[in-house]
């Protein structure tokens, strides 16, 4: 299993950047796909999630739900994170991570996550 994730940079608060995370190595049309991030000091946290098998089931944090739009392309094995209306608080590393088999209900959790990418650094300069 691999997951490379991309589209990291520096952007001034207001701006926007794409994030993007190429799959490989599982059948990806079946996989929970998520989006964490960790800032310095910080524990990593939940971000997205958007769930496979054909279901709509797409779960977002309350700090990014409204500027933050996560969609997948299972055609390409691609998982994608559309970050609008970037704050210097959205500064981190971002981590997608992809698992089969979770609940509904605990796929915000990152311990849940068997399958992770290396990560990208998004910093937003105020």
């Known amino acids: 299993v691999q997951l490379q994730a991309s589209g990291g940079g520096l952007v001034q608060a207001g701006g926007s950047l794409r994030l993007s995370c190429a799959a490989s190595?599982?059948?990806?049309?079946?996989?929970?796909m998520g989006w964490f991030r960790q800032a310095p000091g910080k524990e990593r946290e939940f971000v997205a999630t958007i769930a496979g098998l054909g279901r709509s089931t797409i779960k977002y944090s309350d700090s990014v739900k409204g500027r933050f739009t996560i969609s997948r392309d299972n055609a390409k094995n691609t998982v994608s994170l559309q970050m609008n209306r970037l704050q210097p608080e959205d500064t981190a590393v971002y981590y997608c991570a992809a698992d089969r088999n979770l609940i509904v209900g605990l796929a915000t959790t990152s311990t849940e996550y068997h399958y992770w990418g290396q990560g990208t650094q998004v910093t937003v300069s105020s």
């Open positions: 190595g599982f059948t990806f049309s079946r996989y929970w």
